[in-house]
């Protein structure tokens, strides 16, 4: 049974569920939006405001379409644990994304097949030839990740090569178009991947918003590998440092303190 095929099949009616009321262009990209902000929702303190954006999304449907998004999203999840035992990383999002003309074509995005990206995960990824830095841990690096699927290719072929990627991998992501940020988000934080995920210009390094997936969190990877998105420390590395470690919080209040004491001062 090809349980990748009955999710799309699942997605396609998901994306129907208004009859019309809303596009199901639309309707998909919202689906996006409502996984992506329920698993933030749930796990990064940093971005509670996100509860409010969930909520206005949530507005815009009938209760029974509301149950449709939460069955769909639970099937997803479940799919990909089935993937995970089978040792399958799969893009369960990006095709229909494209099918439905939900991509963005003002940036000509073009998405790669899976077979592709397992092609070039197997040429060019990390495997057992390769040793493990001194860090305990390699990093990976998408600067235009669209669905993710390229990352996921990697992975796969990084836990064919005997690595855990939940330990000895690292991933940063980023696209412009908010809704490949939130596909590749949704798959890394299903899968168990540690990454943050960025919606932000590669060129200008303008960063819109972050997003940091479970694994990434709970294992405080912030500390082992910060991804910041330019030269400047990130505001929510900061933060989500501050969270997780109650002393550095109370360091970082004090040298705010002195910093404002001494400009007082010399105003």
């Known amino acids: 049974m090809n349980h990748n095929k009955e999710f799309t099949s699942l ?26 902000l329920n698993i933030s929702v749930q796990t990064d303190h940093v971005h509670q405001e996100r509860k409010t954006s969930l909520d206005k999304l949530l507005k815009r449907y009938k209760e029974e379409e509301r149950t449709a998004f939460a069955h769909t999203f639970r099937e997803l999840a479940h799919t990909v644990v089935r993937n995970v035992e089978g040792g399958i990383y799969e893009d369960l999002l990006g095709s229909t994304y494209c099918e439905f003309g939900a991509d963005n074509r003002a940036l000509k995005q073009d998405f790669t097949p899976q077979d592709v990206a397992r092609l070039l995960a197997k040429i060019t990824t990390i495997g057992n030839h390769y ?3 001194s860090e305990g841990f390699f990093t990976l690096n998408d600067p235009n990740s669209g669905s993710g699927i390229l990352l ?6 990084a836990i064919r090569n005997g690595l855990n990627p939940s330990e000895q991998l690292v991933i940063q992501a980023s696209d412009c178009d908010i809704a490949c940020a939130q596909m590749t988000y949704i798959h890394l934080s299903l899968y168990g991947i540690p990454a943050v995920v960025v919606q932000g210009d590669c060129i200008s390094m303008k960063e819109y918003s972050r997003w940091y997936t479970p694994v990434y969190l709970w294992r405080k990877w912030v500390w082992r590998a910060p991804m910041s998105f330019g030269t400047r420390r990130n505001p929510s590395d900061e933060q989500l440092k501050m969270l997780t470690e109650p002393m550095y919080a109370q360091c970082r209040k004090l040298d ?11 105003a």
């Not at 996921?152 to 072929?157: D, G, K, N, S, T």
């Open 256 to 266: 705010q303190f002195f910093r404002k004491e001494v400009s007082q001062r010399g």
């Open 131 to 133: 040793e493990l830095p």
């Open 11 to 36: 997605l396609a009616q998901t994306a129907e569920i208004t009859r019309g009321r809303i596009h199901r262009r639309e309707v998909y990209r919202d689906f996006i939006d409502y996984c992506a």
């Open 152 to 157: 996921l290719a990697a992975v796969e072929e």
